[in-house]
C-alpha cells in the first residue's frame, strides 16, 4: 500500500520567513505524481503545487517551491515571504496508478501540518 | 465556471436516517470520487467511478453507497448513518485517463455532516 507520511503536526512561522513542511512517500513505482494541497479554515481544498515523478526540476508556484528527492522519496514544501493568509492545513498527496493499463490511479493524502503565520 | 459542487454544505441528522450528498461537475470529467476527512487523519477516501456505471470501493467504504447514472453526478448515500459518520465529506473529480499536463483533482467545497 501507498503511504504519506507529514512527520510536523502543526509549524508556526513569523510572517515574512520562510518555512518548509516536510512529505516522504513510500512506493514501489516510477511513474507517479505529488501535490501539495492547502485547506484554509474555508475548508476549501486549494491545489498549491504539484509534481510529476519524471520530471527532475522542482516546481515552483510563486512564493511555493518544492524539493523533490526521488531516491529519498521526499517531496518538501517550501513557502517563501509567507504571509497571514498562509495560514492552513497542508496535505502532501501522491498518485499513482492501481492498474497495469495506468487508467486507474488512486490519490493518498498524508495526515497534513497546521501552519500557523504570526504577525 | 469549472467546478465541482456539493450539497447540502452542512446537515444535521439523526441515527438511522437516510440521507444523500449530491456531487455534480461541470467539466466533464471521467473520475469521480468521494473523501471522508477525520482529524489527525487527513483524506481518506469512500468510492470512486471511472465512468457512468463504473463504481468501486475506496479505502473506508461501509456504511456508504454511491451511484453514477450520468457522467456529472456522482451521490452519496448513508442508508442508516451512524455517528461514526460524523465527518467532513469531499467530492472530486479529474479526467481519465490522465491527459498530458491535467491530472490533479478538483474538489468541491466540501459537506459538513454531523449525526446524532
Known amino acids: 500500500a501507498q503511504t504519506v507520511t507529514q512527520s510536523q503536526p502543526e509549524m508556526s512561522v513569523q510572517e515574512a520567513e520562510t518555512v518548509t513542511l516536510s512529505c516522504t512517500y513510500d512506493t514501489s513505482e516510477n511513474n507517479y505524481y505529488l501535490f501539495w494541497y492547502k485547506q484554509p479554515p474555508s475548508r476549501q481544498m486549494i491545489l498549491v503545487i504539484r509534481q510529476e515523478a519524471y520530471k527532475q526540476q522542482n516546481a515552483t508556484e510563486n512564493r511555493f517551491s518544492v524539493n523533490f528527492q526521488k531516491a529519498a522519496k521526499s517531496f518538501s514544501l517550501k513557502i517563501s515571504d509567507s504571509q497571514l493568509g498562509d495560514t492552513a492545513m497542508y496535505f502532501c498527496?501522491?498518485?499513482?496508478?492501481?492498474?497495469?493499463?495506468?487508467?486507474?490511479?488512486?490519490?493518498?493524502f498524508g495526515k497534513g501540518t497546521l501552519l500557523t503565520v504570526n504577525p | 465556471e469549472a467546478q465541482v459542487t456539493q450539497n447540502p454544505r452542512y446537515l444535521i441528522t439523526v441515527t438511522g436516517k437516510k440521507l444523500t450528498v449530491t456531487c455534480s461537475q461541470n467539466?466533464?470529467?471521467?473520475?469521480m470520487s468521494w473523501y471522508r476527512q477525520d482529524p489527525g487523519l487527513g483524506l481518506r477516501q469512500i468510492y470512486y467511478?471511472?465512468?457512468?456505471?463504473?463504481?468501486d470501493k475506496g479505502d473506508v467504504p461501509e456504511g456508504y453507497k454511491v451511484s453514477r447514472k450520468e457522467k456529472r453526478n456522482f451521490p452519496l448515500i448513508l442508508e442508516s448513518p451512524s455517528p461514526n459518520q460524523t465527518s467532513l465529506y469531499f467530492c472530486a473529480s479529474r479526467p481519465s485517463p490522465i491527459l498530458a499536463g491535467v491530472y490533479e483533482q478538483y474538489f468541491g467545497p466540501g459537506t459538513r455532516l454531523t449525526v446524532t
Open positions: 498527496a501522491f498518485m499513482t496508478t492501481l492498474n497495469s493499463g495506468g487508467s486507474n490511479y488512486k490519490l493518498t
Open positions: 467511478s471511472m465512468n457512468v456505471e463504473v463504481t
Open positions: 467539466m466533464n470529467h471521467e473520475y
